[in-house]
């Protein structure tokens, strides 16, 4: 066997043992850390629930609608045993995937509030999206809700982010959804 067969079988022998290696590695580091990152996911939601509906509010699973793209789960919020209401985990598709959020609606259709929980849009432009001040506009709002560039003072309005028409649509999106799911509920 000449000399250049020996060396790229030395060095494909070699790569592949690191790879092998780093393989097992990620493997292990994946088994040790699931099951952390899905309890952390999940107290993660159960937190957004209690700050969009309130910390005197207990949650009863409902289901959600069969087919919807858009509503993962949703929970009856119940104040003193009554029913007040519907909290919906929403996954609309934003310019840079999926945008989980809650979304508390309350007996009367109106938005209690929104939490993003995870997303992966633009630094400095669609993550703006997370802003306390930015999903404040949404409280209040009973829908239809439309985005528009500069607000004339109509109701339902929702102002884009500059830069991020795309995921301030997605969110939007995703409260209508919410929205219209809790009319459904009452």
């Known amino acids: 066997m000449s000399e250049l067969k020996q060396d790229l079988l030395r ?25 952390k990152i899905a309890q952390r996911t999940q107290q993660d939601i159960e937190n957004a629930m209690r700050a969009v509906c309130g910390e005197d509010a207990s949650f009863q699973p409902l289901e959600a609608p069969a087919g919807d793209t858009i509503i993962t789960s949703a929970n009856q919020i119940l104040r003193d045993g009554m029913p007040d209401g519907v909290c919906v985990q929403v996954a609309p598709s934003g310019y840079g995937g999926e945008i989980t959020m809650i979304v508390g609606v309350d007996g009367q259709g109106q938005v209690l509030g929104v939490q993003i929980v995870d997303m992966s849009e633009t630094a400095g432009l669609g993550s703006n999206a997370q802003n306390p001040e930015w999903l404040a506009q949404y409280e209040g709002a009973a ?44």
């Open 11 to 35: 060095l494909g022998g070699t790569l592949l043992a690191i790879t092998v290696a780093v393989a097992l590695c990620l493997g292990v580091v994946d088994g040790l850390t699931r099951d």
């Open 143 to 186: 829908g239809p809700l439309s985005v528009v560039k500069t607000a004339t003072g109509a109701d339902g309005e929702i102002v884009a982010l500059s830069g991020a028409t795309i995921t301030s649509r997605a969110v939007t999106e995703g409260v209508q959804a919410a929205i219209d799911y809790a009319a459904t509920q009452q």
